[in-house]
């Protein structure tokens, strides 16, 4: 808010070109940085519960905040604002890498 104009508005942007990084993409990645079998499969399985709850990813984008951090200052782990989202967290990392042009998969 500022003291002159009240509220300021930002026009919610339009996501029309957004998609998921393809499993492929992602367990080319989690093969590089782990060689853990166990934690492999514990992140590859993140990344598909996340894209099974959002199909289409401006469904996340338009999730409240809280959604989609997954989990506030001061919840347990145990019991997050959205399971999904928290969990997915090191997917969403990865994600807007292998969204641009020129990276993993758009070569």
């Given at each position: 808010?500022?003291?002159?104009s009240g509220?300021?508005?930002q026009?919610?942007?339009?996501?029309?070109?957004?998609?998921?990084?393809s499993?492929?993409e992602?367990?080319?990645?989690?093969?590089?940085?782990?060689n853990?079998l166990?934690?492999?499969k514990?992140?590859l399985?993140?990344r598909?519960r996340?894209v099974?709850?959002?199909?289409?990813?401006?469904?996340?984008?338009?999730?409240?905040l809280?959604?989609?951090?997954g989990?506030l200052?001061?919840?347990?782990?145990?019991k997050?604002?959205c399971?999904?989202?928290?969990q997915?967290r090191r997917?969403l990392?990865?994600?807007?890498c292998?969204?641009?042009?020129?990276?993993?998969?758009?070569?």
């Open positions: 808010m500022t003291a002159l509220p300021i508005k026009a919610a942007p339009q996501l029309t070109a957004v998609r998921h990084a499993a492929e992602y367990a080319a990645l989690v093969s590089r940085c782990t853990s166990r934690q492999r514990h992140l399985g993140c598909d996340f099974r709850h959002y199909p289409d990813l401006r469904q996340w984008f338009q999730a409240p809280s959604e989609r951090v989990r200052h001061g919840e347990p782990r145990a997050p604002t399971l999904v989202c928290y997915a997917y990392s990865f994600w807007p292998a969204a641009m042009p020129g990276s993993i998969g758009n070569g």
